[in-house]
């Protein structure tokens, strides 16, 4: 059963597209398999996932239950292998839970800014002329400003908060994915299966949407997965300030600042949840550097 | 590209570079001009009223709409704009609502120990940055590769502010190596006030020109940490790209040639290949800078740096909004006019590049 499904996958002559789809999704697996540190991230990204998902199972505490008699005790207690905080919480569930949060935040930038960026950017490279120079000027004025400051700057005047710290990110993230998109777009854009779709009738929307927007996507894929470390960090840095998401949830960003007023004393307050935050933004960057390899042969040597 | 190479005439080569300088500065004032509308925009939907915290709660209707009349808020909005934007121009970024001075001063007074934190930051970065690309390009897949590609992955997935308040923990808490937050003692800093002449603002600078060798040291223990972490974000960016310039290089047919005509390994390597190397190496550099300037907001809140980070994060909390805006837009500029420079040096350097 599985070899003839294995035969299926690698048949030279699909008889479907969704065969012959499927059969090269198979081999750029195959190929991704190979590489030990994307497989790496892999499993960093998929246990956050799970961690995420299953969070009462993975937690042995309420995240959000205070118990002052058991504040600040070290890792290594019994029951609190990571030790509790400053209110008794603890750490460990509380990281658990934050994984939720880091997912959430990673998720609605992972489906706005890229979405926005694609959008911007197919249309300039099909349009061209004037309507590709404006939108390129107004890419190249977003990508020109300096990105914490500017989320910094919305966030100060939204509020804090998780959604507009997602809006923030979002806003400031989505030049890059114009540049790519515009510039799979011009290589595609003379082609003559584009000429065939529009000889048959399809109009600009159609056309960029079901035959333009398809060949962007490896590209944008390897892009997101890359910036989604920074994002991490961004989203991190914004809770540390005290501007993303507020307390009491167990925000990776904002438990490290919570953490710092006993750094000297009691540091594993500060340091724990700073190694999920690492543990995951390396996921992505091993992850994104292992799919570049394999969708885009000509990066490979890089 | 290296095969069409044409040789243009010397005597092209200034018109051309003026016309390069030209397009720079119009593409400068556009962006800064869109960063100007960006920063106006959110100054005006911020739901804090600017005249209600000038003249107070308790101020009477006349009051309250002479301040309005005064700040120029009953324009209509494209003429406020139009204001704003000319008072930028002319160094006028407003006042600052905590401390009732111009945010420019108040910048430029915290603005050079961002400047040195940062500079120092780059320096160290390119000094390891630039060697450990090139090590690693050389033997591409060897112990030293692997070892410079992890050490420049660890840099990039670490959260800085995080790994600050570990450093701060080990090397000032625990072991008292370096200096803590801040950038004297206090007992120097009082001597910073009213002994010292400040030349330039970089107690570095200033402290080696008066000869107060005693406070330089204090301020090079001060400056290590949050410079060496810094240098270290800024080594994994630059290493990486070396890296991956360097390999591209060594794969032209003019290194081959090179070597086979005997010369050494070494002069191959950091003669030949890192003057085409170098070329890409000045934007990454660049890039890098603005982006340690920028992300000073972070380690400067750690490490207690009275910059320009510090000074944006402060005004943030106190609701401040000119003194936010003003240090957002300085930053801006100096990040594009950063971005501008290189792009122009790029050109300048490439041969290829000028058309």
Known sequence: MTQSLFQWLSDPSPSSRAQARLGQAWLAWLRLKRNHLAMLGLAIIVLLCAMAAFAPLFATHDPFVQNLAQRLLPPGTPGHWLGTDDFGRDIWSRIVYGARITLYIVALVAVTAPVIGLLIGTVAGYFGGIVDTVLMRITDIFLAFPRLILALALVAVLGPGIVNAVLAIALTAWPPYARVARAETLTVRNSDYIAAVRLQGAGAGRIIWGHVMPMCLPSVIIRVTLDMAGVILIAAGLGFLGLGVQPPLPEWGLMISSGRKFLFEQWWVATMPGLAIFAVSLGFNLLGDGLRDVLDPRSASR | ?355
């Open chain 2, 1 to 355: 590209m290296s095969v069409s190479e044409t040789t243009a005439p010397a005597a092209s080569r200034w018109p051309d570079l003026l016309r390069r300088v030209a397009g720079g500065i119009v593409t400068l004032a556009i962006t800064v001009l869109g960063l100007l509308l960006v920063t106006f925009v959110i100054g005006r939907v911020v739901p804090i009223d600017p005249v209600l915290s000038i003249v107070g709660e308790r101020a009477t209707q006349e009051q309250y709409e002479a301040a309005r009349q005064a700040l120029g808020l009953d324009a209509p909005l494209w003429q406020q704009f139009y204001i704003y934007v000319r008072d930028a121009l002319h160094g006028d970024l407003g006042m600052s609502i905590r401390s009732q001075q111009p945010v420019l001063t108040e910048i430029a007074r915290r603005f050079p120990a961002t400047l040195e934190l940062a500079t120092l930051g780059t320096i160290l970065g390119v000094i390891l940055g630039v060697p450990a690309g090139v090590l690693a390009a050389t033997k591409p897949g060897s112990i030293a590769d692997q070892v410079v590609r992890l050490v420049g992955l660890v840099g990039y997935s670490m959260p800085v502010f995080w790994l600050g308040l570990i450093g701060l923990l080990v090397f000032y808490g625990k072991l008292d190596w370096v200096g803590g937050p801040g950038r004297l003692d206090a007992s120097y800093e009082m001597m910073l006030e009213f002994t010292l002449t400040r030349y330039t603002g970089a107690i570095l600078i200033d402290s080696a020109l008066n000869g107060a060798w005693d406070m330089f040291a204090n301020a090079v223990t001060h400056i290590i940490l949050p410079a060496g972490l810094l240098g270290y974000v800024s080594m994994a960016y630059i290493s990486r790209m070396t890296r991956s310039f360097m390999l591209g290089e060594l794969s032209q047919e003019y290194i081959t040639t090179a070597r086979v005509k005997g010369m050494p390994e070494w002069r191959v390597i950091w003669v030949h290949a890192m003057r085409n190397v170098s070329v890409p190496l000045i934007t990454v550099v660049a890039l890098s800078y603005a982006y340690l300037l920028e992300g000073s907001v972070l380690t400067e809140t750690i490490f207690a740096w009275p910059g320009l980070g510090s000074y944006i994060t402060d005004a943030l909390f106190a609701a401040d909004m000119p003194a936010v805006l003003g240090g957002t837009v300085v930053v801006g500029v100096v990040f594009v006019t950063l971005n501008m420079v290189s792009d122009i040096v790029y050109r300048l350097v490439d041969p290829r590049a000028r058309t």
